[in-house]
């Protein structure tokens, strides 16, 4: 899920609002209006960002010289009407630079991406807007106001509202001088995209539909890029091992050695930063307003999963090394790139699966229809086509109802194209805000396209796509009744934004659900027995897929600790390794094309937690029924609508009817033997 962090505040993807509806749109709603969805050429960008940042820029100088008493609905909405246009033209931008055909285009966007965090920045070290907020006396305002306010307050002091002006100017250069290189690192990994070349016999052991997609080139050779539709099939199903080691070589020097110097410049100033606000080091810094709020806690976490997913890790691990060794007897150790593979060999000889059978039942096509009618099946919605711009033709627009009313909008950009965002996000372009505007997202992907022909996925695509279709789901739903964007869609406490994705997933391994698209190329539906293969083979392999979880939970947070080490690479396959059942080989690079080191930086645990709630919230369906639609209204009432009105912890409390316990994930994790 994208992000953006302005001065310490954070804006767009934990924008949000609460409290009761406003009469009317407001004068920034109209000046915010669509996206350029169908921008022509980089002045149309450029253009766009100008008036952006003109209006921004007035509206702060506006706030900054208010006269009068400081006023909720006065001071705090014209705070929150600056975070509407940072927040839309952040998303916008960074929507550009993923998406866009061109590089130039795309450079536009990455371009404005960081002139408006720059402007952001300033706003967040305001001294003058930040006493006016302070002024506010909002004793009689609600509980939700009274929360964003106080927020707000504690987003203005993390950054260091409270240093001399010189520190201050000298805070701001070091966060403007991040936000350019979060930009550059991330768009260094969409352009880093590689690819190899291969013998035609090469891919013995791939599905005959990846083949006929992959006709040698006049020198003889497949070309296989490090792409998802491509890595996925040939890691997971290429008897070759020379050509999963090749592939995974590149893989895992994506964008190295360009984005170590980036990397290095953002760890050593977020350790600046750190020092200058008084605190031990970065890690301490970003966890302060999250439900894990000290390193303390994340690193307590991070033990407790690994003691309970460890043991299940060693048995998986203990199958994979029997079946490597009945292919080569001669085999010491599992390699990392014949993992997949081989788990692929032991869910076929010890769980009777074989996911290159089950593949077949996943077009693209019809597993889009299936998740919008789970959706609406779910939560009593209706969703249809949205006829509007876009910026490519295989971009697929939507709109939400809710009993008639429109709810929300989105757009679907699921296929690879040269350039492309690389993996699968996200990407909030406007907030919800009662009775003014409507929430608009985008899902960025890369997806196989098409029907039986060209469209087959993976069931691991499956639950990807569900998965980033939640954080939509919660940018709507959590956008419908908020007075402050601010507090609209997924505003929570960062370490809370997965779960709800997280907990969908669980769809994917639901007959009922699945039985309504995952159909073969004749129509013939999934048979029961096979799904309930899927669900025998699906925990195994959890330990081992934990225990790399919270390997990368480990290299994000130990990275924070203190300034940029010696060799970068050397220092994350250490912390990596001291979790990871499989270790990273000495010639890997995986921290050059690791992009959630510039959004989440030290809190990669996100996703770990985030489980653990998902595990515990989804108890609820399994007693109720997953396809029980009061318990899914209950739960879209209390979890995804209200946004960041309420504690994360108290969303979960109120669903549960208890506070968050890890056995649920003990649980699961535990299961195969």
Not at 191 to 209: F, R, T, V
Request: glycine share 8%; hydrophobic share 40%; net charge neutral.
């Amino acid at each position: 899920m994208r992000s953006a962090m302005f001065g310490g505040l954070m804006i767009g993807t934990i924008l949000g609002a609460a409290g009761p509806a406003m009469a009317a749109p407001r004068p920034v709603d109209t000046f915010v209006g669509t996206i350029l969805a169908d921008a022509p050429d980089a002045a149309t960008i450029n253009a766009r960002c100008n008036a952006y940042a003109a209006e921004i820029n007035r509206q702060i100088t506006a706030l900054e010289h208010e006269k009068g008493k400081a006023t909720v609905n006065g001071t705090l909405q014209r705070f929150d009407d600056i975070g509407v246009l940072i927040a839309s033209a952040s998303g916008e931008s960074g929507l550009y630079r993923e998406v866009m055909a061109d590089d130039v285009r795309r450079n536009a966007g990455a371009d404005c991406e960081v002139r408006i965090s720059t402007i952001g920045n300033k706003l967040g070290l305001s001294r003058p807007v930040y006493e006016r907020l302070k002024a506010i006396d909002a004793a009689k305002a609600d509980p939700a106001t009274r929360l964003y306010l106080k927020r707000t307050l504690g987003a203005f002091e993390r950054a260091g509202i409270a240093l001399p002006a010189a520190q201050r100017a000298k805070a701001q250069a070091i966060q403007d001088r991040l936000s350019e290189l979060g930009t550059t690192f991330e768009k260094n990994i969409a352009d880093g995209g590689a690819s190899i070349e291969a013998d035609p016999a090469e891919l013995a052991g791939l599905p005959q539909d990846f083949i006929d997609a992959h006709k040698p080139g006049a020198n003889g050779k497949v070309k296989i890029t490090t792409a998802t539709p491509d890595y996925g099939p040939v890691m997971s199903y290429a008897a070759s091992d020379a050509l999963r080691k090749r592939l995974y070589t590149v893989y895992m020097n994506r964008a190295y050695p360009q984005n170590d110097a980036a990397l290095r410049q953002m760890l050593d100033l977020r350790q600046q930063l750190s020092a200058m606000l008084g605190r031990k080091d970065y890690a301490a810094l970003v966890l302060e307003d999250k439900m894990l709020d000290t390193p303390a806690k994340v690193e307590a976490l991070i033990a407790e999963m690994a003691a309970a997913a460890k043991p299940a890790g060693d048995r998986d691990l203990a199958k994979k090394l029997t079946a490597l060794k009945a292919i080569d007897p001669a085999a010491a150790k599992l390699e990392p790139w014949a993992s997949a593979f081989v788990t692929q060999k032991v869910q076929r000889d010890l769980y009777s699966f074989d996911s290159q059978e089950v593949r077949k039942y996943f077009a693209y096509n019809n597993v889009r229809d299936g998740i919008l009618k789970l959706t609406q099946d779910l939560f009593d919605v209706e969703i249809r086509p949205w006829k509007t711009a876009k910026w490519d033709p295989l971009v697929e627009t939507y709109e939400v109802y809710d009993h008639g009313k429109l709810i929300g909008r989105f757009y679907f950009d699921s296929h690879p194209r040269p350039g492309k965002y690389e993996h699968a996000n996200a990407v909030p372009l406007r907030a919800g805000i009662a009775g003014r505007t409507v929430p608009l997202a985008a899902l960025v992907m890369n997806l196989p396209a098409g029907d039986h022909t060209t469209g087959l996925m993976q069931h691991g695509d499956v639950e990807t796509f569900l998965h980033e279709f939640g954080h939509l789901l919660h940018h709507i739903f959590g956008g419908q009744t908020q007075r402050w964007a601010g507090q609209s869609g997924v505003a929570t406490e960062w370490d809370f934004v997965e779960a709800p994705s997280q907990m969908l997933e669980e769809w994917v391994y639901d007959y009922d659900t699945l039985k309504t698209f995952a159909v073969d190329a004749k129509g013939n539906p999934i048979p029961p027995a096979l799904v309930e293969k899927l669900n025998n083979a699906r925990y195994f392999n959890l330990g081992m897929g934990d225990m790399g979880q919270l390997a990368y939970s480990n290299v994000s947070l130990g990275l924070h600790r203190g300034p940029a080490p010696a060799d970068i690479g050397g220092k994350v396959r250490e912390l990596a390794n001291a979790y990871a059942m499989v270790p990273l080989p000495d010639f890997t690079q995986f921290q050059d094309s690791f992009g959630h080191l510039s959004g989440y930086s030290a809190i990669y645990y996100t996703y770990r937690w985030s489980k653990v709630i998902a595990d515990d919230m989804f108890t609820q369906f399994q007693k109720h029924g997953m396809r029980d639609k009061a318990t899914a209204l209950r739960y879209r009432q209390l979890v995804l609508a209200p946004g960041g009105t309420k504690p994360a912890a108290q969303l979960v409390q109120s669903f549960l009817g208890r506070p968050i316990s890890l056995d649920a994930y003990k649980e699961a994790v535990a299961k195969d033997k």
